[in-house]
Every structure is written in structure tokens, then in C-alpha cells.
């Protein structure tokens, strides 16, 4: 490929299309750098689940249920982007009610090539096709993470019952309340038209204000912070997990046979995409390429560096020996605790937060499982659920401009707010507590419901064969 | 004519192999087995998660020889196979009775 610099008349071609770009101006317009970079995160976001997690997952069970955890998130992914289509897209980012968006968008009704969605940023928009495969990739990873905790025990047939009923009565709310709202435009629109108002409009318009600033969901509204799923993404998934490992009960010979992970080398390969594919994840969720899409870059380097180096030297000083699942575990606990914070906190601060993650969740998948007893297979509680409330409360006090945090910009003043600490952290709990509390419960209801239908659990004679023979029927490794 | 056989550290299949040949043994049957003596097993630790792993992957290996070479096989596969830590593993000596050359239909001596 050759570069050639632009010919005079190229220049010339250019300027009248400024010209005209800025002339025929008519609302928002779509930039072409961010529309880029927005088409590759969405890319990345899938390559982080398939191949991914798979991998990461995959490595850590039983040779003998390779294929079934590979082949729950595959269908997992696949079953996510169609209902996204059908659905989804609609219920999560229409407005309607702060708790779920309405069908105006159902099978992606009047999404075309010309229309745009908001970023972070007024007359910065991008396409709405690129914008729906974006938050399309974070439906399909989410209830991904899921299947770790109840992995080499579950139905196939649960699994392929529970994703769909999971993403449509818990994930779709979550992320309405989490993420939606009218934009910058609409709120710098009409924070404009209150400012020019005559004095006898003035509040017809501060109530056209108000209404766009009510256009969002409830946890938006509160003020709660979460940059790229801190809350929705990771506390969700976690926590449904839980309850899930909880409800199916501990796998045929916990804690007496060797169950120990049958390839790290996948595990570490996995963890490694992981990686790679959240800077789509994180950065993308900026929307735009600009400077805080670096410090979301930044912060997604440092502070999983910082946490896998915490993780394996906590455990080089407790038990001796620092080991590879220690530092990939860490990597990714890194990675769930930056997620919320991402684009809000400075890099001394991601990386504070790292170690601190590294710390906790190596506690909780060891000391607080054991002394429990809870057979969370692949440790989705301990890394994703504790990791993403670290974030999501780390992202309340991190994002302290005195902290070196961007603060939070006030889209009607047109400036970066005042921050406060306790008004910021009860936010931060508020999200947190009613994460865990809708999809906690909500998961349970869940469960039980697919338990009465097709049964959660294989037979231990199942179990003990292994998911790949018996309920698909193949096996990972003809060798 | 005896069968010599051997369960063997996998690390010193070649030394153990190139020993053999030395002293005119040229065929040799190797299986990757698994199993416990002395050594026991060892502890593997994943998330903090403990498991004693009782049966260590080992080498046994299987050579037909004449009687009057088992002496100088069982030293060559001794001294190859020795790191002097627990766990090199055992060498155990059985009669055979009977041996065929598949090919050519030699028997006994000939066929070894």
C-alpha cells in the first residue's frame, strides 16, 4: 500500500466539502473516526467471548467438558444477537419508563444507514446500525460469564432455556437503567433553548428541559457511574452465577477428587484475548476516539498489570509459589475492577484499584470459598461479582478530580460538576445493592422456573461420563 | 529369555534408551503409564484449591533379551535411570517363554 499526499485539486474537493458539510448542517452528524473505531471495538467485544472466555473457561474444566462450556457460550452469543435484533436493542435503548424502554425499535424498525446515536460528546454522533452490534456484543458476553459457575454439571437444554429468559427479564432492565438516556445533544438542545428563552417562555422551556433530562434510567438518574458494565455487566452475571451455583449444588466429588483445570495453556490463551479484546470493551464504551478514550486505554493497561502482579505475589507470600492461573486470574479480576472506572479515573488510580482487586477477589476465591463451601466452578462470584463492586465503588471515589478523575461532566452547564463524596458513593451503593438485589432474586425465580421444565441438572452417571459425550454426543481430543 | 521390565523417570527414556543400544539391545517397547511407589504423589494447588495427585506419570519400558544378557541390561537401565532422588522407579525381571518374528516366523533366540 503506498500513501500519496493529497493532489491539488483533491484539497480543493475537500475544502467545498467542508463547505458544504458545514453549510447544508441539519443535526447531528456522524464522524467517521469515531464510526471506525466504534465497528472495531464491537469486533474486539466478540472476540473477547468467542474465542475468549470460551478459552479461558474451556482451560480450566475437565478435558471431558471441554466442548459443553465451549459450546454453552457459543449458543450463548448466537441466541443474544438474535433476540438483540428481534427485541433487545428495542426494550434497552427506547425510552418509556427509567426501568425498560418500549418496542418502537423491535425487529430494529426504522434503524437504517442514515440514522445516528449519541455519544458523550453534542454533534459527535455515530451510526446506529454500528451502535446497536456494539451494545448487541455486551448482551451476548454477559450471560456468557455466567455459565463458569455452574459449568460441568448444567443441562444443555437449562442453559439454552435460561440465557434467553436471563437477558430479557434482568440484563435488558439493567442496562435501560444503567445506560440509557436522551444524549448530549438533546440535553445541550435544550439547555440552549432555556438559555434563549424569553422571559415569558422560560418555563415552558425549563419543563422541555426537565422532561429530557427525566428521559433516562432510574440508576442514570441517580447519578451512578459506570463507564463500561462495572454494574451491568459484571455484579449482574456474578451474582446470577452465585445463586446459580448455589441452586444446581456443588459437582459430583467436590472437594475430594481431582478436578484440577485440563489445559491452562488454553486458560492463559483465553485470558490473553480477554485482554486484547477489552480495549473494545473499555475504550469503546467512550463511543468516540478522543483523549478520555486513551485514559480508558491507559487505565485498562495499568490496572490489570497492577492486579496480576497483586494476585501472584500475594499468593508467592502466603503459599509459596506463584502461579500462572494466580496472575491470569488476577489479569482478569483487573479487568472486571477497571471496567466501571475506565474512562472516569486517572491512571494512579487504575492502578491503585488493580492491586487492591488483585487482593480481594485471590481472598474470596480462596479463603471465602473454602471456609463456605459453595462450588462456584470457575470462580464467576469471586472474580466478576467482588471485582465489579471494587469497581463500581473504587469508580465513586476515583473519579475525584482531586484524585487525579475526570469528575462528572454537566451537560446543561456545560462544564465538569462539583464532586462530593458521599452524594457520589451513595450512588455508586445504591447501583450496586439494586444489581445485586434484581438479579440475585431475579436469577433465583429464573432457576426455579427452568428447573420445573426441563431440570438444571444432569444425572451423576452423566457427570461422571463427562457433558461432552453424553449430552453432545463428541469429545474434545480424539487422541 | 526374559523380559526386562522397567518403570522409569519420563526424563530418562533417552539416556535409558541410548544405554541399550550400547550394549546391543535393539528393540524396546515404551508405554506412558501412571503410578505411586515410595515417592507418593505430590500436591497441585489451582485458586487456592488442593488436590494430592497419587499417581505420578512414568515410562515403563519392555526389552526381550537372551538369558545370559539380562545382567548387563538390568545395570545399563540402572545406571541411566538413576538420579539417586526417590521416585527413579523399579526394574522388574520375568521369564518368557516363547518368541516370534511375525515376518519371517523365527522363534525364540532368533526372533529377539
Not at chain 1, 472 to 477: G, N
Not at chain 2, 46 to 75: C, H, M, N
Amino acid at each position: 500500500m503506498t500513501f500519496k499526499r493529497p493532489s491539488g485539486a483533491g484539497v480543493a474537493a475537500l475544502a467545498v466539502g467542508l463547505f458544504a458539510a458545514t453549510t447544508a448542517y441539519a443535526g447531528p452528524t456522524v464522524n467517521k473516526g469515531d464510526n471506525a473505531w466504534m465497528m472495531t471495538s464491537t469486533v474486539l467485544v466478540l472476540l473477547m467471548t468467542i474465542p475468549g472466555l470460551a478459552l479461558f473457561y474451556g482451560g480450566l474444566v475437565r478435558s471431558k467438558n471441554m466442548l459443553s462450556v465451549l459450546m454453552q457460550i457459543l449458543y450463548t452469543v448466537c441466541v443474544a444477537m438474535i433476540i438483540w435484533a428481534i427485541y433487545g436493542y428495542s426494550v434497552t435503548f427506547t425510552g418509556g419508563s427509567a426501568y425498560i424502554g418500549g418496542f418502537s425499535k423491535a425487529f430494529m424498525a426504522g434503524i437504517t444507514p442514515d440514522t445516528t446515536a449519541a455519544t458523550f460528546s453534542a454533534d459527535a454522533n455515530i451510526s446506529e446500525l454500528v451502535y446497536f452490534c456494539f451494545q448487541m456484543t455486551f448482551a451476548a458476553i454477559t450471560p456468557s460469564l455466567i455459565v463458569g459457575a455452574f459449568a460441568e454439571r448444567t443441562k444443555f437444554a437449562a442453559v439454552a432455556l435460561f440465557v434467553p429468559l436471563w437477558i430479557t427479564l434482568i440484563y435488558f432492565p439493567m442496562a435501560h437503567m444503567v445506560w440509557y438516556w436522551a444524549g448530549p445533544d438533546a440535553i445541550v438542545g435544550a439547555a440552549k433553548a432555556v438559555a434563549a428563552a424569553a422571559p415569558d417562555a422560560k418555563a415552558a422551556a425549563q419543563a422541555r428541559l426537565d422532561d429530557v433530562m427525566a428521559d433516562a434510567g432510574r440508576i442514570f438518574q441517580w447519578g451512578a457511574l459506570d463507564f463500561a458494565g462495572g454494574t451491568v455487566v459484571h455484579i449482574n452475571a456474578g451474582i446470577a452465577g452465585f445463586v446459580g451455583c448455589l441452586i444446581i449444588g456443588k459437582r459430583t466429588g467436590y472437594g475430594r477428587e481431582l478436578m484440577a483445570p485440563h489445559s491452562l495453556t488454553m486458560t492463559m490463551i483465553g485470558a490473553a484475548l480477554l485482554w486484547v479484546g477489552w480495549f473494545g470493551f473499555n475504550v469503546g464504551s467512550n463511543l468516540e476516539a478522543n483523549g478520555t478514550a486513551g485514559l480508558a486505554m491507559v487505565n485498562t493497561f495499568l490496572a490489570t498489570a497492577a492486579a496480576a502482579l497483586a494476585w501472584l505475589c500475594a499468593e508467592w507470600l502466603t503459599r509459596g509459589h506463584p502461579s500462572l492461573l494466580g496472575a491470569v486470574s488476577g489479569a482478569v479480576a483487573g479487568l472486571v475492577a477497571v471496567t466501571p472506572a475506565a474512562g472516569y479515573c486517572g491512571p494512579m488510580g487504575a492502578l491503585v484499584l488493580g492491586l487492591v482487586a488483585g487482593i480481594v477477589c485471590l481472598f474470596f476465591c480462596t479463603a471465602v470459598k473454602n471456609t463456605f463451601g459453595y462450588d462456584d466452578s470457575l470462580d464467576v462470584f469471586g472474580v466478576h461479582c467482588i471485582g465489579g463492586i471494587l469497581g463500581a465503588l473504587g469508580t465513586g471515589i476515583l473519579v475525584n478530580p482531586a484524585l487525579g478523575g475526570t469528575g462528572v461532566m454537566d451537560y446543561v452547564a456545560g462544564t465538569v460538576g462539583d464532586y462530593d463524596l458521599i452524594t457520589q458513593m451513595l450512588a455508586q451503593s445504591k447501583a450496586v445493592l439494586t444489581t445485586l438485589i434484581l438479579s440475585g432474586i431475579g436469577s433465583a425465580i429464573l432457576y426455579k422456573i427452568v428447573d420445573v421444565i426441563v431440570g438444571l441438572r444432569v444425572s451423576v452417571e452423566v457427570e461422571r461420563e463427562g457433558l461432552d459425550l453424553t449430552e453432545h454426543t463428541e469429545r474434545a481430543y480424539n487422541m | 529369555m526374559k523380559i526386562v521390565m522397567a518403570v522409569i523417570k519420563p526424563f530418562k527414556l533417552e539416556e535409558v534408551r541410548d544405554a541399550l543400544t550400547t550394549i546391543g539391545v535393539h528393540g524396546l517397547t515404551v508405554t506412558e503409564v501412571k503410578g505411586y511407589g515410595r515417592q507418593k504423589g505430590h500436591t497441585e494447588i489451582y485458586r487456592g484449591a488442593e488436590y494430592a495427585v497419587s499417581f505420578l506419570p512414568k515410562i515403563k519400558i519392555e526389552v526381550a533379551v537372551a538369558a545370559d544378557q539380562v545382567d548387563k541390561t538390568v545395570e545399563a537401565i540402572s545406571a541411566a535411570a538413576k538420579t539417586g532422588q526417590i521416585g527413579d522407579g523399579k526394574i522388574f525381571v520375568i521369564s518368557l517363554e516363547h518368541a516370534v518374528r511375525i515376518r519371517t516366523g523365527e522363534a525364540d533366540s532368533a526372533a529377539l
